[in-house]
T-cell receptor, first 116, second 110 residues
């Protein structure tokens, strides 16, 4: 089966510019996650969707970050304006079900963002 | 916030040796999962253990879970150079939100 697709793989932008990342989860997966991973740290959840509804966005910096999941399939994550501290790898993951049933998450390769 | 905390932060062993890494967490969980991340790549799921299970095996992997101590361990037996990676535990504490720890970097030398 096809995996989680993310694009672009790399992006370099200047601070205060905007950037968008795209994710196509595995077909049929209801749950989609966006994580931010700073070098040397573990992934930090930014937002979790269940179909096209938001389950958890408590750690999303909403003054600059936004995310949507159109028709419960693809998702985009946007940063506007970017700060130097946003330099990180942005990981998208999907899983078949949610709600404590406990299924594995499949991750994309990630987008490495460098803000200069 | 990060629920899981892996220990040690880094581990260096020789091929053929066993590698043990630990994970502690703070709140009640539905299940705990272990993932591997090779440098510059996405995370790969290794194994899932449910809160009512105490031990689980998958190939060279053995995971234990002690809910009374809120801790888990991952044992990799007969390590290979290809096992060199970062290993993360992730807890599912409800709504299936996966919360990751900071990870253990494992280096297996030939």
């Amino acid at each position: 089966e096809a995996g989680v697709a993310q694009s672009p793989r790399y992006k370099i932008i200047e601070k205060r510019q905007s950037v968008a990342f795209w994710c196509n989860p595995i077909s049929g997966h209801a749950t989609l996650y966006w994580y931010q991973q700073i070098l040397g740290q573990g992934p930090k959840l930014l937002i979790q969707f269940q179909n096209n509804g938001v389950v958890d966005d408590s750690q999303l910096p909403k003054d600059r970050f936004s995310a949507e999941r159109l028709k419960g399939v693809d998702s985009t994550l946007k940063i506007q304006p970017a700060k130097l501290e946003d330099s990180a790898v942005y990981l998208c993951a999907s899983s078949l079900v949610a709600g404590g049933l406990g299924t594995e998450a499949f991750f994309g390769q990630g987008t490495r963002l460098t803000v200069v | 916030s990060q629920q899981g905390e892996e220990d040690p932060q880094a581990l260096s062993i020789q091929e053929g040796e066993n590698a043990t890494m630990n994970c502690s967490y703070k709140t009640s969980i539905n299940n705990l999962q272990w993932y591997r991340q090779n440098s510059g790549r996405g995370l790969v799921h290794l194994i899932l253990i449910r809160s009512n299970e105490r031990e689980k095996h998958s190939g060279r992997l053995r995971v234990t879970l002690d809910t009374s101590k809120k801790s888990s361990s991952l044992l990799i037996t007969a390590s290979r150079a290809a096992d060199t990676a970062s290993y993360f535990c992730a807890t599912d504490a409800g709504y299936s939100t996966l919360t990751f720890g900071k990870g253990t970097m494992l280096l297996v030398s030939p």
